[in-house]
């Protein structure tokens, strides 16, 4: 009878622990992930990526107190596991192959990201938008997201307020990309080096340029994945000349002491230095015949990731985020995608 009773407590105890609730998070996504998959075997032309992050926002949007629940940690379980995706992809590409992708891709990243920002700068003060808020939509827009918004906020001292419509603003966006961008790309008959290009130029950001790119060839994705590194590690210049453009931009910058190296050092991605120490094994030869074998591995861990994403995705959040801000990165997400399609067909990339 003791242990009877005893026996509620105990399952209290272990289901509200923190480990418990983090696998119960991990569970989730697995459960999801493995649906999209079996899905995407069936309708291919879809593909897993997109199907982890549709059923991921069904859920959210159907059951909300499920995701909303923090213990699940699943916003750092989806950011976990697509940097650990990405690594194991690098562990199936060439060294060289990277060079040459991300290398040949920063004079059309120098085009898009200056478009980008001008208009996002020049429309927003048009729309009378907080400056803070241009920047931030700007650089979320033409760099990555989530990520490049959280290394600029404290540099331009940007209010909770502003951080929370960028994000949003941005997501929304990501989330159109996720599921237009491979339905264009075919329709434009672009090759899969040229989609690649294109998502990794115009999506926002990491997550979304993965299912996006994935769900139009392999090739295409991991074309993409390589623009899309160049284009993060570009975080470090921007956010060290918005530093030095402060004073210019805000009064209250003016002689004011920000600790500007320090954002510098954060702003650089540790997973990307993995991801490139992955293929250094693999061009050394290390890898060997598992490539392949790695490779799946790596899109398996990114649906994972994408499961994640998709669970975040509420679309009651983007009521808040108001009209101004919303048109304000369409007009320079449809800015940044035309003129990576513009370039690309001058030169005859596509």
Not at 13 to 23: A, K, M, S
Not at 147 to 165: C, F
Request: charged content about 10%.
């Amino acid at each position: 009878m003791a242990v009877r009773n005893l026996s509620v407590p105990i399952q209290s105890y272990v289901f509200t622990r923190p480990w418990f609730r983090r696998l119960l998070g991990l569970g989730l996504c697995v459960g999801i992930a493995a649906l999209a998959v079996a899905a995407g075997s069936h309708v291919p032309l879809v593909g897993a990526p997109l199907f982890a992050i549709a059923i991921g926002v069904l859920i959210a949007n159907a059951l909300p107190a499920l995701p909303a629940d923090k213990s699940l940690r699943i916003g750092d379980l989806g950011k976990q596991c697509l940097k650990g995706g990405i690594i194991l992809l690098g562990a199936s590409l060439d060294l060289g192959e990277i060079a040459r992708t991300g290398l040949g891709s920063l004079p059309l990243l120098a085009v898009t990201m200056t478009s980008g920002l001008v208009c996002s700068l020049w429309l927003g003060k048009a729309l009378g938008i907080d400056w803070r808020m241009r920047c931030l939509i700007g650089v979320g827009t033409t760099i990555c997201g989530a990520s490049a918004i959280a290394a600029l906020a404290p540099v331009v001292r940007a209010r909770a307020e502003a951080i929370a419509y960028s994000v949003t603003v941005v997501f929304f966006f990501n989330m159109v990309a996720v599921f237009t961008f491979p339905a264009l790309g075919h329709l434009l008959g672009l090759s899969d080096s040229g989609f690649g290009v294109w998502a990794g130029t115009a999506v926002n950001d990491t997550s979304a340029v993965v299912a996006a790119g994935f769900a139009f060839s392999q090739a295409a994705g991991a074309t993409a994945i390589i623009v899309k590194l160049t284009r993060t590690t570009l975080i470090i210049p921007l956010v060290l000349g918005f530093g030095l453009a402060l004073p210019f931009l805000s009064r209250e910058g003016r002689g004011a002491s920000q600790p500007l190296l320090k954002r510098v050092r954060a702003a650089v991605p540790t997973f990307i230095i993995l991801f490139m120490l992955a293929a250094a094994a693999n061009t050394l030869g290390l890898v060997g015949a598992h490539a392949g074998e790695v490779q799946l591995a790596g899109r398996l861990v990114m649906v994972v990731a994408l499961a994640a994403v998709g669970l975040q995705g509420n679309w009651r959040s983007f009521v808040g985020a108001g009209s101004r801000p919303l048109l304000l990165g369409l007009v320079t997400w449809f800015v940044v995608a035309g003129s990576s399609l513009a370039v690309q067909a001058w030169t005859q990339a596509l």
